[in-house]
Nanobody
């Protein structure tokens, strides 16, 4: 079993900042990737940022320069620092991890709401 616990969402004014965290636990042999996706009302879920085990990071063009993803390998935790938030960043943010337990699988967190007011 793999568990993901997200925290850090909330309501913030445009231009503000939030920090999301996602802690992963369970019978994990190896973490291959950790990342954040988001889904706004009426839209498809999209990648926000992802960090691979080798250190490579990927960002959506819309958040480059404003969001930073980081991993604490000792804590099996991934963070998303979100600065200069805009109303269009409003969405449910989901943590996603790709891990090896008995096989390679990906898992999703329950989602955390981020609302940016104008």
């Amino acid at each position: 079993q793999v568990q993901l616990v997200e925290s850090g969402g909330g309501l913030v004014q445009a231009g503000g900042s939030l920090r999301l965290s996602c802690a992963v636990s369970g019978s994990i042999f190896r973490i291959h990737a950790m990342g954040w996706y988001r889904q706004a009302p009426g839209k498809q879920r999209e990648l926000v940022a992802r960090c691979l085990s080798g250190g490579t990071t990927n960002y959506a063009d819309s958040v480059k320069g404003r969001f930073t993803i980081s991993m604490d390998n000792a804590k099996n935790t991934v963070y998303l620092q979100m600065n200069t938030l805009q109303p269009e960043d409003t969405a449910i943010y989901y943590c996603n991890v790709v891990v090896t337990t008995t096989a390679v699988n990906d898992y999703w967190g329950q989602g955390t709401q981020v609302t940016v007011s104008s």
